[in-house]
């Protein structure tokens, strides 16, 4: 269901024994004993949790697993970057954001003196942060690591790609062509957000119950940038030997980008200290107790 103003949470404790995890799962009423029983996927499309009351990220549990990371010589857009392409095996599952940061989410975190004030262009509330660095990034999920307890992180780029494709092998999470209303981008037959950022949440979420995975805007990840995947770890780590610690990889394409530059293979190099108005970024977290 797309979500086009602030997600209404209602939230109760419940202690998910599967995952050792002490959390509050997002639900429309009531005290449900939810268990993590069910298939993985099936428990991470039907709810999300948060490790705080308020002003925390809703998280979605992405199931261990492995994927091919890259793109096929198939894909007539295929970039150097984007291969070889290999296997990468996910020995555990974790957690990512089921939207990206907004600048609520954001606020918080500078209400809390751990972050700066990030400018909007189209408002702020539900709307995703932009204008963030990546140490700006890295600083946002430090301050929730230190609010919760819980061990924030921004995501790996072998884990944006794996949550990004949730089990497909297409261009797209929902295909291989673009199609209409499916992101936030120039060509995406998203017309009233081709010129600007959307809300968090309003297009259609991927398998896992992810968000604007694809387009809306880039997502910085831990990653330094390398050239192509020659060499690149396979166990879903961030890849962070060799080249230069300054520039860093964002995944996943903007508003303001055409169709091939939010397929999920597609990568980019940007510079630590960047900040545009089309990046912005996701959090993931450990799953251990
Ligand atoms: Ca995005």
Redesign the pocket.
């Known amino acids: 269901m797309h979500k086009l103003s602030p997600p209404v949470r209602s939230y109760f404790y419940v202690f998910t024994s599967m995952l050792g995890l002490q959390c509050s799962l997002e639900h429309g009423s009531g005290l449900v004993a939810a268990a993590a029983r069910a298939s993985q996927t099936r428990f991470a499309q039907a709810s999300a949790f948060t490790d705080c009351a308020e002003g925390c990220p809703l998280m979605i549990i992405v199931p261990a697993g492995k994927f091919l990371m890259g793109s096929p010589e198939s894909d007539s857009e295929r970039e150097a970057a984007e291969t070889p392409q290999h296997e990468v095996t996910f020995a555990k599952p974790f957690a990512v954001s089921k939207y990206?940061v907004t600048f609520d989410e954001w606020d918080a975190c500078v209400a809390a003196t751990a972050c700066q004030r990030a400018a909007d262009e189209w408002g702020r509330g539900n709307m995703?942060v932009i204008n963030v660095s990546w140490d700006d990034a890295t600083a946002y999920a430090r301050w929730l690591s230190r609010l919760t307890g819980k061990d924030y992180r921004l995501l790996t780029e072998a884990e944006w790609e794996y949550s990004a494709r949730a089990g497909t092998t297409t261009r797209y999470s929902w295909g291989d062509e673009p199609g209409e209303g499916n992101?936030?981008c120039d060509g995406c037959g998203s017309h009233r957000y081709r010129h600007q950022t959307a809300p968090a949440g309003s297009f259609k979420p991927n398998a896992f119950g992810l968000y604007?995975?694809?387009?809306?805007?880039?997502?910085w990840v831990e990653d330094v940038w390398h050239d192509n995947y020659g060499g690149a770890p396979t166990d879903g780590s961030a890849w962070l030997g060799g080249g230069d610690g300054s520039f860093r990889v964002a995944?996943?394409?903007?508003y303001r980008n055409d169709t091939g530059l939010?397929r999920s293979a597609l990568r980019v190099k940007r510079n630590i200290n960047v900040k545009f108005d089309t990046l912005?970024f996701?959090v993931a977290r450990e799953l251990t107790p």
Do not use: L
């Open positions: 990206e995703p992101a936030n604007d995975m694809h387009g809306n805007v880039w997502e995944r996943g394409g903007s939010i912005g996701r």
